[in-house]
């Protein structure tokens, strides 16, 4: 909304226009400044003459404004825009400078004269005025506020505020419930927001027995079925109602087995491989006395569905992996050195402060578990159970890491986002609890989804060309949990979504029509947050799934869905030869492998230290074929070939951003050149159709970001707004708050600058 | 050509265009499959010989010595391994075990190359099989310590172009808009007189006379007089280059220097002349003791003398050498950030580039620059020509970066010949240092920041650091131009811009799009700097090689079915009728355009 090209009608529509009329004031002229607001939302509480730093030494450039707390956000209207018109993306539920409330780690408040800090809670007490409000934010910006021109009163308040509504008491108190509520408000259930919760959506949810039926099939998990035994959350509170299960095990048999496992979790199948073997995930029992019984029950189960009836192998993930502490404590520590140390100082020691953040190697050892999971699926052709004690962190990342590299269905945009739901949403990732959205057990707070988006992010890296999404797509669904507005994020699990809707909706006395509870939209109604243009940032112009095998001999082909599950079926079997480019089929090379293993054996001790091991081996021989981006694909583990996620985690560091570069460069030629591509295949279309479809087809159709212009084709450079930033700007999202972190002494002798004649006449010092 | 240092694993960085002009004929021993001879190229021995591939463990096959390369193929048929390696590439080589070590491999030998990696062979005992290979080995890989030409003067490669046609000194400075009547070309090194180390056209302030430029000599380290060496045609700022004032530790003066000095500041009116010394203060006091030294600020009132603190030759080096420890054969792998910042060689190459960005910056702000360093031949060429890649667009193309290598680099006399060690058996020589590898390492960082800025792409990179050792083309031969003359380089060798030349296609970097008039910052922060692993690691065979980088090749792709998109449209509108073409210029939409107009707009020149 702040790129001035408003397009089609949205839901804004239903907010108040902006007032122009200006009104009179002692110093300036100021507009009206009212907050944008969102059904359900309403203003806690404001305060007028608020000036937002925008960075730099000077503060020439800072803006001044209103700053306004509500239930759902912290919002900053500004009285004058930016210094420069900016490129950003124009989001439908916050402004250029909104944050929301799920958003703030922590709201600081400092009195520069009396060099006073407070770190704001929930209902608490101010005993000074707050000069100055520092956001530290979730998602790495920190952004300040002046109150020099403000009241003392009124800046006071709007703190307390922002702090308290930050810290809800109850699930219920999450902005989500009002907005999703409203919707059922009013007349006849026409859906205030626009939104259609699931309907129209291509993602399956895994929320029904269909989607999991239609995935078994995808799969050929033949020896596999749909349980209900959960409907109602009967026997598990942490399960989805529909899940998947052996043939063999009756439902009363899983009955029975319940209870031996944390939280009645009864063992999910997650996937199979072509190979007939299959991911399964599974608690820790509860009874070590009863575990040996039942798992070998289970596994025997396992072995019963696989067509070469083979072994289990068991794989503990809380033996080989960090915990969800080791991995919040690493992403402190790198958040620290992103975004709170001085940028100069912290440069020469950058790398190894990096790695003693962890974080790149925690994804590192993410990513090698999930390829000896591959490895056990691919190559040993037996079928892996996940075991971690709850089931619900280190298992959701690690099944679908192995998936991605496994499934090209998955690396598509919704077969990716099928992967979350199944994989995170439905088999109860506790979100509630590790996005700490209610602020009150630090001890859960976790970023193992963040840290799962950088894994996919570090393959995205490596093999750009095989997923259909971008690293922007991945940026903003990482940002999007702390929009506690979808069902995907907000919850525990299904159970928990389905309790907190149905007691919303009786104690609201909202009328639900046909629906159970409340239909909380899924981050995937991607057009809740970003219009249709601004969703074709998330198109990758490289993705081979689409458009390199389409021309065959002069004919032109869509892609469709089939050819890529024919594809993904095909990984052992060799691939159809218009992809085998050139390299031997996989069948050549398993034999090979063989051969090699025992022919190296005797020399090996001479040079190297240690004998490699079979998955090393596995993954050498894989890493000396091309890489076939519709078949398995593996990362490259070194850690020299790791890096860190700098959109993510860099892009509000305007030390670091580079002005008309960074890979968005190249970005930007290849999403104009496959809209050209696109253009031509539409009119060679129209050719073949004999004119059957309309020649604008292209216009609404096109999925790239940037698009082919058709006039006479020039040499244009990048246009100006890209950065490496893009979409994302740091300014005015990252003002490092000189005060803290460095000696109170200094501070203080810095502090007589900032003095204003409000606070003078305020305070005695 | 064939020809370059690649492991059977890399991506051969060279494609090889010159198999065509291979003379079986010359060969009289048994053919090999895969291996391709250059014409001038001669076999001198073969030998059964055990590779020890630091990643496959000992690998049986068959050598091959010839006087350009040493080509290894295993005979295991299995696991096919290939070595190919320009006998330049080896530093050193050395004899390890021996009658006393047991073990069936134990005669050894040991041998370092300049490009990141070590081999290892094994002989059999029987036959003095390694003292011969040793002696030919030794012989022709250091042909200089032995009496013997370096290969580009034995190589008989023809090319359709003349790289040596590339750099015309008067044309490229007729491009910057020069001489004018600030600046005017003299002919005073003619033939080296006034410094041995400098090219023969020179241009220097027009107010300053030759006998001046004679006494300001005098007080500058090897004659190395400031000199201009780019020119902003809008600003009339200048960059001009040169060695350490002979200041010393008495603190002597010199009236003509500082006039001179004087006259390139007020060439373009402006007030001051900033002087940028590229070594870090206490090494320029520390000058003052062997005669050198830097511009005090009594006796240059017009000038601001800034420090930029990049270390010797020597820290280079050094880094260098630990890199290669962390990269080759394994790569570190438990605390490899630490590691990496340990060797400082991101650091450098930060400092490096850090202070062309200030030269830049000052230059397209209007102010004249003049950089030094102790000779003016090392970190001076860096900052140069980094600087003038950052502001002047047309270095960035694959032809002007050649120009700008022959100008900076070759003529300005950055000792090649000693830095590399060319055919030079005494691999410990305390010249030698991998200062032009740093630079094409800055290089590389900014083509990463900047994709779509630079006309080469990566692969030229590599292709350019595997010649600088290689010893096939005469480019990067000798100290100095003078040098280069009386050696008649340009008339017996070939220069590798013919190679680069012949085959542009392979070398052009598809995202390239010219902007004539940007200057491009690149940001010299650690967040950004990468190690090039490509290029430091791609003998890892754990690392997959795609001929080019994905995103380029996906590219490149998408470009070949675009251009068969349009030919297929032309076919159709060809073989089409009035109808359906009368229905397509009925669109109402600005967007769809026509295929007609798109035919005509689309063609790019790829």
């Known amino acids: ?765 | 050509m064939a020809s370059a240092p690649i492991a059977p694993y890399s991506s051969s960085p060279l494609g090889n265009s010159s198999s065509q002009h291979t003379s079986r004929e010359s060969l009289k021993m048994e053919p090999l499959a895969g291996f391709v001879s250059l014409p001038g190229e001669e076999r001198i021995i073969d030998k059964d010989i055990i590779y020890m591939c630091p990643f496959n463990g000992a690998l049986k096959g068959k050598v091959f010595i010839t006087n350009y390369r040493l080509y290894f193929k295993s005979t295991d048929t299995e696991t096919p391994v290939t070595l190919n390696v320009p006998l330049g590439v080896i530093s050193r080589i050395e004899k390890m075990g021996g009658a006393t070590s047991r073990g069936e491999n134990s005669y050894g030998l040991d041998i370092t190359c300049k490009d990141m990696r070590n081999l290892r062979f094994a002989l059999k005992q029987e036959g003095h099989s390694r003292r011969d290979i040793f002696d030919i080995l030794f012989k022709y890989a250091f042909p200089l310590s032995h009496g013997m030409q370096l290969f580009a003067f034995l190589s008989q490669e023809k090319y359709e172009e003349n790289g040596w046609n590339v750099y015309e000194p008067m044309e490229e400075f007729r491009r910057q808009g020069l001489p004018n009547n600030e600046w005017r070309v003299t002919f005073i090194n003619k033939s080296y007189e006034l410094c041995d180390t400098y090219p023969t056209i020179l241009v220097v302030p027009y107010k300053a006379p030759d006998e001046d430029l004679r006494r300001v000599g005098t007080f500058r380290s090897r004659c190395r007089i400031p000199v201009l060496s780019w020119f902003h045609k809008q600003n009339h700022a200048v960059i001009t280059r040169c060695s350490q004032p002979l200041v010393g530790m008495s603190g002597k003066r010199n009236k003509d220097d500082e006039r001179y000095l004087d006259l390139i500041r007020e060439a373009n009116g402006t007030t001051k002349l900033t002087i940028y010394d590229a070594r870090p203060n206490v090494n320029a006091v520390a000058n003052k003791a062997t005669g050198g030294g830097y511009e005090g600020e009594d006796a240059y009132q017009n000038a601001e003398l800034v420090f930029l603190d990049i270390h010797n030759i020597h820290v280079m080096r050094e880094s260098l050498k630990k890199l290669k420890d962390i990269v080759y054969p394994n790569v570190e792998e438990s605390h490899w950030l630490s590691s990496l910042e340990s060797t400082h060689w991101l650091e450098h190459i930060k400092l490096v580039l850090s202070g062309a960005i200030q030269v830049a910056d000052k230059v397209s702000s209007g102010y004249s620059v003049m950089v030094h360093c102790s000779d003016g031949w090392d970190r001076t060429a860096q900052l140069t020509s980094l600087s003038m890649l950052m502001l002047d667009s047309y270095y960035r193309t694959l032809r002007g970066f050649q120009v700008l290598l022959e100008k900076e680099w070759i003529s300005f006399g950055h000792k090649f010949a000693s830095r590399i060690g060319h055919g030079d058996k005494n691999h410990a020589d305390q010249d030698r240092s991998p200062i032009f590898l740093q630079f094409i390492d800055c290089v590389w960082q900014m083509t990463k920041q900047f994709p779509t800025a630079f006309e080469f792409n990566e692969r030229l990179l590599v292709v350019i650091l595997d010649h600088l050792y290689s010893c096939r083309f005469g480019t990067f031969l000798y100290n100095c131009e003078s040098a280069r003359d009386s050696n008649d380089v340009r008339t017996k060798t070939v220069s590798l811009w013919s190679l680069i030349n012949s085959d542009t296609s392979s070398y052009t970097n598809p995202f390239y799009t010219p902007e004539s008039s940007r200057v491009l910052y690149p940001v010299a922060s650690m967040r950004h700097l990468e190690l090039w692993v490509n290029y430091y690691i791609r003998w890892n065979p754990r690392i997959q090689h795609q001929q080019q980088s994905p995103v380029e090749q996906r590219y490149k792709e998408l470009l070949a079915l675009r251009d068969q998109y349009l030919k297929k449209l032309e076919e159709l509108q060809l073989t089409d009728s009035a109808p359906s073409s009368t229905h397509l210029t009925n669109s109402s939409t600005p967007n769809a355009a026509t295929p007609n107009q798109h035919i005509t707009h689309l063609q790019t020149p790829f």
Request: glycine content about 6%; hydrophobic content about 35%; some cysteine.
């Open chain 1, 1 to 765: 909304m702040f790129s001035g090209k408003q397009t089609k009608p949205t839901f804004k529509s239903y907010l108040p226009p902006l007032q122009t009329d200006v009104k009179r004031s002692p110093q300036l002229p100021i507009k009206k400044l009212e907050a944008k607001l969102l059904p359900g939302e309403i203003v806690v509480n404001e305060a007028n003459f608020v000036k937002k730093c925008i960075g730099g030494e000077t503060c020439q450039d800072d803006l001044w404004g209103k700053l306004v707390c509500t239930n759902f956000k912290v919002s900053f209207i500004a009285h004058n825009s930016l210094p420069q018109q900016r490129f950003q993306c124009a989001h439908r539920l916050l402004g250029e400078h909104d944050v929301p409330l799920a958003c703030v780690e922590q709201a600081v408040t400092v009195n520069d004269a009396k060099g006073k800090q407070k770190v704001l809670g929930s209902n608490q007490k101010l005993k000074f005025n707050p000069t100055e409000l520092i956001l530290y934010c979730k998602d790495f910006r920190i952004i300040r506020f002046r109150f020099d021109e403000a009241g003392p009163e009124s800046a006071k308040k709007v703190c307390l505020a922002i702090a308290h509504y930050s810290h809800p008491a109850d699930p219920q108190l999450l902005f989500g419930f009002e907005y999703v509520g409203k919707r059922y408000h009013g007349s006849t259930g026409e859906r205030v927001n626009g939104v259609d919760p699931g309907g129209g959506l291509q993602t399956p949810l895994f929320d029904c027995s269909s989607d999991w039926d239609r995935e078994i099939k995808r799969t050929g998990a033949s020896e596999w079925r749909v349980c209900t035994i959960n409907q109602g959350y009967f026997i598990s509170p942490s399960l989805p109602e529909f899940f998947v299960v052996p043939v063999s095990l009756a439902d009363q048999d899983l009955k029975q087995y319940a209870c031996y496992f944390n939280s009645q979790r009864i063992p999910l199948w997650c996937w199979n491989h072509p190979s007939g073997s299959a991911l399964v995930r599974m608690s820790n029992n509860s009874d070590p006395q009863q575990q040996r019984k039942v798992e070998q029950r289970i596994s025997s189960a396992i072995t019963k569905s696989h067509p070469l009836r083979s072994d289990v192998f068991k794989s503990d993930l809380d033996k080989n992996l960090p915990n969800i502490q080791d991995i919040q404590a690493a992403l402190l520590k790198l958040r620290q050195i992103c975004v709170i140390e001085p940028f100069e100082e912290s440069e020469e020691k950058w790398l190894s402060s990096l790695e003693s953040s962890r974080w790149i190697e925690y994804v590192r050892t993410f990513l090698r578990h999930a390829v000896e999971v591959v490895y056990m699926l691919d190559s040993r052709h037996v079928s892996v159970i996940l075991l971690e004690k709850e089931d619900r962190d280190l298992s959701c990342v690690i099944s679908c890491l192995v998936q991605l590299m496994c499934d090209p269905h998955c690396r598509s945009l919704h077969g990716f986002q099928g992967l979350i739901q199944k994989e995170w949403v439905m088999a109860g990732h506790r979100f509630l609890d590790r996005c700490n959205h209610l602020k009150k057990n630090d001890r859960e707070e976790s970023p193992v989804f963040l840290l799962f988006l950088d894994c996919v992010w570090q393959l995205w890296n490596q093999y750009p060309a095989a997923f259909e999404f971008t690293e922007v797509y991945l940026t903003v669904l990482g940002d999007s949990m702390w929009l506690p507005i979808f069902s995907t994020f907000l919850f525990n699990c299904p159970r928990q979504r389905a309790e907190h809707s149905r007691d919303f909706a009786i104690s609201k006395s909202i009328h639900l029509g046909q629906d159970q509870a409340l239909r909380f939209p899924p981050v995937w109604d991607w057009s809740q947050q970003f219009s249709l243009k601004d969703q074709t940032l998330f198109n990758n112009p490289l993705y081979v799934g689409k458009i390199a095998t389409c021309v065959q001999n002069g004919t032109v082909k869509t892609f469709t869905h089939r050819r890529s599950k024919k594809n993904y079926s095909s990984t052992l079997r060799g691939l159809p030869s218009a992809l085998r480019n050139g390299s031997f089929s996989h069948h050549d090379t398993l034999t090979r492998r063989n051969s090699l293993v025992l022919r190296l054996r005797p020399d090996l001790s001479q040079t190297r230290e240690q004998p490699e091991s079979p998955s090393e081996r596995f993954v050498r021989d894989w890493f000396s074929r091309p890489a076939d981006l519709q078949g398995l694909l593996l990362p490259q583990l070194l850690p020299s070939h790791l890096s860190l996620w700098k959109l993510y985690f860099l892009r509000w560091v305007p030390e670091i951003q580079i002005p008309q570069g960074g890979p968005v460069t190249a970005f930007h030629k290849l999403s104009v050149l496959t809209d050209e591509i696109e253009m031509l295949q539409n009119q060679l279309r129209q050719y073949k159709g004999a004119g059957g479809t309309p020649n604008n087809t292209h216009v609404e159709h096109s999925k790239m970001y940037f698009k082919a212009t058709s006039t006479p084709h020039q040499s244009h450079g990048p246009p100006e707004y890209l950065s490496s930033s893009f979409p994302f700007s740091p300014v005015g999202n990252l003002c490092r708050p000189g005060i803290l972190g460095t000696p109170l002494r200094k501070f203080l002798n810095g502090a007589k600058i900032w003095l204003s004649t409000e606070t003078l006449a305020n305070e005695t010092i």
